[in-house]
């Protein structure tokens, strides 16, 4: 049944914390733009507030928004915890499709499907906020 070699819960545990932070960080990207109509390619990440492009340090998931205190490096803008949220829950659910159904081709599409709730999700509540 196991089609990667390696496939152990600990390796699964890695691979998710891996892959789950770094479609975290894509899902956090996402969730910002596409409700603002920004294309989720060009322009590079900057700060919302002094728009100073963010070098890779300010791009760590998770670990650039707890050693800035979730602030910018620049203008000391707080930086909306949201970042933060996003990046664990979806690192978090990631984990799990990753323990639960290991390397077989259904992780490709629960992968998809965690992105796309996470984000659709965080889409909605902001909305509400605005009503
Ligand atoms: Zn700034």
Same mark, same amino acid.
């Given at each position: 049944?196991?089609?990667?070699?390696?496939?152990?819960?600990?390796f699964?545990?890695?691979?998710?914390?891996?892959?789950?932070?770094?479609?975290?960080?894509?899902?956090?990207?996402?969730?910002?733009?596409?409700?603002?109509?920004? #294309?989720?390619?060009?322009?590079?990440? *900057? /700060?919302?507030? %002094?728009?100073?492009?963010?070098? +890779? &340090?300010? =791009? @760590?998931p998770?670990? #650039?928004?707890?050693?800035?205190?979730? *602030? /910018?490096?620049? %203008?000391?803008?707080?930086?909306? +915890? &949201?970042? =933060? @949220?996003?990046?664990?829950?979806?690192?978090?659910?990631?984990?799990?499709?990753?323990?639960?159904?290991?390397?077989?081709?259904?992780?490709?599409?629960?992968?998809?499907?965690?992105?796309?709730?996470?984000?659709?999700?965080?889409?909605?509540?902001?909305?509400?906020?605005?009503?």
């Amino acid at each position: 049944m196991d089609m990667f070699p390696f496939d152990t819960m600990w390796f699964r545990l890695l691979a998710g914390l891996l892959i789950g932070l770094i479609l975290g960080s894509f899902t956090t990207m996402l969730s910002y733009r596409v409700p603002r109509r920004i #294309s989720i390619v060009q322009p590079p990440s *900057q /700060c919302p507030q %002094c728009h100073t492009p963010l070098k +890779p &340090r300010d =791009l @760590v998931p998770v670990l #650039s928004w707890l050693i800035e205190r979730g *602030q /910018c490096r620049h %203008c000391r803008a707080t930086i909306s +915890p &949201r970042y =933060l @949220v996003i990046e664990l829950v979806t690192t978090a659910a990631v984990v799990v499709a990753f323990l639960a159904l290991g390397f077989c081709p259904t992780l490709i599409p629960a992968l998809i499907g965690i992105v796309a709730l996470v984000t659709l999700v965080t889409i909605n509540i902001e909305r509400q906020k605005d009503l």
